[in-house]
Structure formats: C-alpha cells, structure tokens
C-alpha cells in the first residue's frame, strides 16, 4: 500500500469526479475507506478500498447508466434520479456516476414517511428510481404511489472489484461549475423536506473555506479532525448531509481515511458496534493504544455515550479514541462533561446549505472547563471569514432568561463577502441563494459570559414558543434539563397557540415518573409563569419520536401526530 503523504494536495475550480480520477493515478493503493466485510459478523475483519478500486467504480457505475438506464435528454445534470438503499459506499459511487453521465442524485432519507418522500420527489420530477438488490420496503411504497422506472443498481462488490474502460469525461470547472453535484434536503423538523442543490460551486467554496488561514493564538476544526494521516470514525448516515460530505469530499480534500462500524438503526446498536470495530481495527502507528483518531457523531450517539448508565461503555470507547466531536443538535451537559473528561470533545456547528461551518478553538484551551459559566465544548468560535452577525431576539423574556441561567439570546446572520478578502472566498451559502447579501441562519445563540467570541447553540428560531397570550419562550435550555433526567429518553415542550405550556414525553428503564415530575418542578422554578408545565400537562407516549435524517425529533410532526391527545389535556386543564 502507498505511504500516506504528509500534505494533502488542494482541489481549487476542479470538479469533483476529475478530483478523484487525479488521485487514483497520484494515489492508486492509498486507503480510501474502510468498512466491516461482513456487517453481522464483525470478527471477519475489516476491508480496504483503495482510490483507485473508487475511481474504477465510479466508471463501472457511469457505464451502467449509460447502458441500462440511457442518457438523459439534457447532460446539465437538472435530469434526477432516486437512490434509497443500505449505508454504504454506492452513495458516493452513484452521487459520482450520475454526474459523469450527466445526471444528479437525489438521496432522500428512508427514515421519512412515504408522503414526505412523494412530496419530495415530486419537487424534483423525478421518474427514476434506483434501488439496490434488495430494495428497501420504503421505496416500494413510494413506487405504488408515484410512477418512475425502477432499476435495480449493482452490487457494492461487483463495483469495487470493476476494471472497466474509463468512460469518457471532459467538463470543465470553468465552464460547469453550476451544474448541480447532487440534490439533498432540508431537515423536515418544520414540514416535509425540501430540495438542496449542491453545485460544482458549492463544493469549490467547501474545499477553499478548509484553507482559509488560521488567526494566530487559534486551531482550526477540520484541520484537527482530518487530514492524510487521520483516521476518523464516522456515524452520520450517507443520505445525510454530513454523512455524504464525509464519503466523497471528506477523503478527496482532506486524505483523511473514513472508518465505519457495522450497520445501525439505534443508539445502542451503533456503540455495540463501536466497541466490535475497536477491538479488531489495528491500532494507530502514531499514537499507542489508540485505533482512530476522530469520532463524529449525531447528538443522540453522544447523548447515549455520556450518560451515567453507560459510564463503562465510555470507558471503553475512549481507550481507542483520541478526539469526539458532534454537529446537529444540542446534547446534554451532563452527557458533555463525561465525554469530556475522557476525550478531547468538540461541538460542530453546520447546516445542509453550507457544510460544517470553519470554526476555532483557542491552542491550549481545554474541551472540559471546570468553570461556573459554562464548558468549554459547548462552545464554538465560528472563523471570522464566516461574516457572521448575531442579532438579538426581540421581545426576549430578559427575567426568565436570567433566572434560568442564560444570557441573551441571538439570531446568526451571515452577511455575504465581497469577494475581495480571505483570498476572495465567498460563503457556500451563497452558491444556493445567489441573489441575496445575508442570509438569516434561524440558529440561535448565546454569548460565553467571558469569551465574547465564543458561541452557545440555543436551539431553533423554529422552536420558539409563542402562547396564545403572545408571550414567548424558548424551551431549549428547559428540554435539556427534563432530558437529562435518567428516565426521559425525548422531550418536546409544547405551547404555541397555547395559553400555557405541556411536555410530550418519552420514557425509558424504570420509568420513574415521580422523579421525572421532581426535574420538572426544578425547571418550573426558573421558567416565566406562562411556560411552566402542570402536572396534569404531560402527555407520556410509548413510540419513538419522529427523527429526522440527521436523529433530531421532528417537532412539528410530533405535535400534529399527538394534537388530539394535547386537546384533550388542555380541555381538561380547562
């Protein structure tokens, strides 16, 4: 196998197929990514796949669509197709293909309802849907209820082992660079998801924000998770934002090699499956006893990890681990701190319409801070390349606020460069609204009480409540709190439209709702009257709450699944 090169060569105005095709002939038996050869039996070992086994894939997978699907009409990429199917590596073999041959993905989740990926489809037009050999159950449905052609792709195994005549691509930067990539979606925590064009633009600011300079006294974030001689462990799934960025533009601009444990569907099973891969993966040359040096998770994988009931599970996954670093969502502090004290740990910070943000952390700072105000890994230093501005929310509830122990709070702003400073980088952002100056992010924030560059992720300006009454609260800090009790395993505080507050929750173990009201009636104390929740306002349910494609509880969904039962509590609150 190639020695892995201390520097990582830069992809600037290049397209993202003619990237990987550079680098399978400079880095033919380089590790590309790793992943289990058996996902039920990990004790078969892990398997290699090289740039050049990728490369050689991409054109298997180019050929086949050209032969069994067809061309399309128009070669611009606005033709889509469909791809649902198993967590591996035929998202960035498709996403890849499509385009060479001059179509575009669309990679919906398969977590959704068959209603919100119809609507999805629908938006995009497509009527081609590719399914692998055993489709999954989800695709089915939506094929009864739309009508596309239905192919069924080849397997990963016949594409890794491809030696096929390298098909024919000559586009450049230049003159295609707004040509789609691939088509993602919004979140679907406020309705039904909608479409995400990534371009060829859009993945050229990606990689020219990765070489932005690093203010001095400052270490940049991706510089500390990736690069050719990092290894990093990585559980967002491939049809998510993060999890396709870290399948293709993750090991093509950085080197950094991509691990995956077995396949997952729940907390559990991923840090199961964790613990197995750990224990076969050899360790890392560079430092003794560790297997990886990174592991990036969504927020209930930490949240999991770092609660008290797991402390020995921690134990193990830190002894592998170097570093861990979460984006999507917010997680507890208790969950934090004993992630913290175990691995260096780090909040992410992104969204599907600009990637994972560059942000800072100050050198010698470290992730666990012993400190009255707050921890230090709940806090991000966004780069001042960003031109981020904080606005404040008005009509905030300023007493409520202090006596719950946060600052004010802010909405972020990002204010489009002008292309003149940092080497002329303009934000991804961007390249999807190209007709505007700033762009309201709708991420809420607090200010570090002591570093003022430093940031707190407070939620959503969708989740603000606004009652009945036209008071207004924001429950973030009051959800995590309930949350962090043992036996809560979800939360949602409800009461727009409302005159006072509920909870819907989930239980977990021993189901110990006593103890849970004792949490609530803490919270209630430093919570305005009017978000207070009474006793008879929880609305305890047994199923799983709705998620979206990255874990997060889908909100909106969850009130309008259980509005019937919310009536029926507020009528009898009277």
């Known amino acids: 196998m190639s020695d892995r090169p201390d520097s990582w060569p830069e992809s600037r105005n290049e397209l993202l197929p003619h990237t990987l095709f550079k680098l399978a002939e400079q ?216 999890g396709l960025k870290a399948m293709t533009m993750i090991p093509l601009l950085t080197g950094a090699t991509i691990v995956y444990p077995p396949h997952w ?58 570093s861990a670093t979460w984006a999507g969502g917010d997680i507890s502090v208790l969950a934090g701190n004993a992630v913290a004290r175990k691995m260096d740990a780090f909040v992410g910070f992104g969204s599907t319409e600009m990637g994972l943000m560059p942000s800072l952390r100050r050198r010698g700072r470290p992730s666990l801070e012993r400190e009255e105000e707050g921890e230090g890994w709940h806090y991000i230093t966004f780069h001042p390349a960003l031109n981020l501005r904080f606005d404040p929310i008005p009509g905030q509830d300023r007493k409520g606020e202090k006596e719950a122990g946060e600052g004010k709070i802010y909405e972020a702003v990002m204010v489009r460069n002008d292309g003149q400073e940092w080497d002329g980088w303009v934000q991804a952002m961007f390249t999807i609204y190209p ?57 949602i505080m409800v009461g727009t439209r409302r005159t006072s507050a509920s909870l819907i929750l989930g239980l977990e173990g021993d189901k110990d709702m006593e103890g849970v009201w004792q949490t609530i009636e803490e ?11 009474a006793r008879g306002m929880v609305l305890v349910v047994d199923e799983p709450f709705l998620r979206t494609a990255k874990g997060t509880v889908q909100k909106k969904a969850m009130v309008e699944k259980y509005e019937r039962e919310l009536d029926k509590l507020y009528k009898k609150e009277g």
């Open 27 to 242: 880095y033919p038996d380089l590790t590309y990514i790793k992943f289990p050869k058996n996902s039920n039996d990990i004790s078969a070992g892990y398997r290699k796949v090289t740039f050049r086994q990728v490369a050689n894939a991409v054109h298997a997978m180019a050929w086949w669509i050209e032969r069994t699907v067809g061309k399309p009409d128009h070669d611009d990429g606005r033709e889509t197709m469909v791809y649902m199917g198993p967590n591996d590596l035929r998202y960035a073999i498709l996403c890849l293909g499509a385009v060479v041959v001059g179509y575009k993905m669309l990679f919906p989740s398969p977590r959704y309802g068959t209603e919100s990926l119809v609507a999805l489809i629908n938006q995009v037009n497509s009527t081609i849907m590719l399914t692998p050999e055993v489709p999954l159950p989800v695709a089915g449905e939506v094929l009864e209820q739309r009508d596309m052609r239905n192919y069924s792709i080849p397997t990963l195994e016949y594409l890794i082992t491809a030696h096929p005549e390298h098909y024919h691509y000559t586009k450049t930067y230049a003159q295609h660079q707004h040509e789609p990539l691939v088509s993602l979606h919004t979140s679907g925590t406020t309705g039904h998801p909608k479409p995400i064009l990534w371009s060829h633009a859009w993945v050229n600011s990606v990689a020219e924000a990765m070489y932005l300079a690093t203010p001095p006294g400052f270490e940049k974030l991706d510089a500390l998770l990736f690069g050719p001689q990092k290894s990093v462990l990585f559980l967002y799934p491939p049809f998510h934002a993060s």
């Open 435 to 491: 007709d505007i100056q700033e762009k309201r992010l709708g991420d809420l924030f607090i200010r570090h009480p002591r570093d003022e560059a430093s940031w707190k992720h407070h939620g959503r300006a969708d989740d603000l409540l606004v009652f009945s009454t036209n008071e207004k609260f924001h429950p973030g800090t009051a959800e995590r709190r309930i949350a962090a009790y043992p036996s809560v395993s979800e939360v």
């Open 265 to 322: 569907s729940t907390p559990a099973e991923c840090v199961d499956g964790m613990i197995s891969a750990l224990s076969i993966l050899p360790p890392l040359s560079s430092v003794p006893g560790k297997v990886v040096d990174s592991l990036c998770m969504p927020p209930p994988v930490m949240e999991y990890i770092g609660s008290d009931a797991n402390a020995r599970v921690l134990e193990k996954i830190s002894r592998g681990i170097l």
């Open 523 to 533: 919270v209630n104390k430093t919570s305005p009257v009017y978000a207070r929740v």
